[in-house]
């Protein structure tokens, strides 16, 4: 049973609009979640974080938005960049090592 | 220099063959982890090690082993490779006081 959903298995979004990913968890013990950014040939390399006692965390383009009683987050990047294109992974954790959503791939159109 | 190294970057190899894939870090962490994806799939995590004596299995550890050598070295093992065992390998690290994970580059495995 997957804990960690992404049911969008991609995104195109242009440039200079806003771009929504969305990922939802069924464990309500997670208290912290994490977006990954993954290029090809390359390892994913971590985005953003949320801990579980806040319900917005911001760093430059990106900002991460927490609903623990829908079991919901999201990632907001705007304005988006033909650079972030790439395969976003939405992970959580709850004093395990992390579990990983499927990921959605973003494809930023210039 | 890349803090996590991953060797073959490129591997591919016949049914029945054993493989070890491995990883070094000059990140000084504790905790290291072996994850494969698969398309569709996401990161699956097949081991992990919170330090040298510490071997855990992860959601998808059959028909895999690993060795932690040295705080720096965890490898992992295909004992006898099959075709499905075809995917992209990660090893990630991290220390006890964060929960981000560090990942190195992949290994892309192929087994014919």
């Known amino acids: 049973d997957q804990q960690v959903k992404q049911n969008s298995p991609s995104l195109s979004v242009q440039e200079g609009r806003i771009s929504i990913l969305n990922c939802d968890y069924t464990n309500s013990m997670f208290d912290y979640f994490l977006w990954y950014k993954k290029y090809p040939a390359e390892g994913p390399t971590f985005l953003i974080s949320?801990?579980?006692?806040?319900d917005k965390n911001e760093d430059g383009r990106f900002t991460v938005f927490l609903n623990k009683s829908a079991k919901h987050l999201s990632l907001h990047i705007v304005p988006s960049q033909p650079g972030d294109s790439a395969v976003y992974f939405c992970a959580a954790s709850g004093n395990t090592p992390l579990v990983f959503g499927k990921g959605t791939r973003l494809s930023v159109i210039a | 220099d890349a803090d996590v190294t991953q060797t073959p970057r490129n591997r591919i190899t016949k049914t029945g063959k054993r493989i070890m894939l491995e990883c070094s870090q000059t990140?000084?962490?504790?905790?290291m982890y072996w994850y494969r994806q698969d398309p569709g799939l996401g990161l699956r995590l097949i081991y992990y090690?919170?330090?040298?004596?510490?071997?855990n299995k992860g959601e998808i550890s059959d028909g895999y082993s690993v060795s932690r050598q040295a705080q720096a070295k965890f490898s992992l093992s295909l004992e006898s490779a099959i075709p499905n065992q075809t995917a992209l390998y990660f090893c990630?690290?991290?220390?006890?006081?964060?929960?981000?994970?560090?990942f190195g580059p992949g290994t892309r495995l192929t087994v014919l």
């Open positions: 990140k000084g962490h504790d905790r």
């Open positions: 990630a690290t991290s220390d006890p006081g964060l929960v981000e994970q560090f």
């Open positions: 090690s919170f330090d040298v004596k510490d071997i």
């Open positions: 949320i801990s579980s006692i806040k």
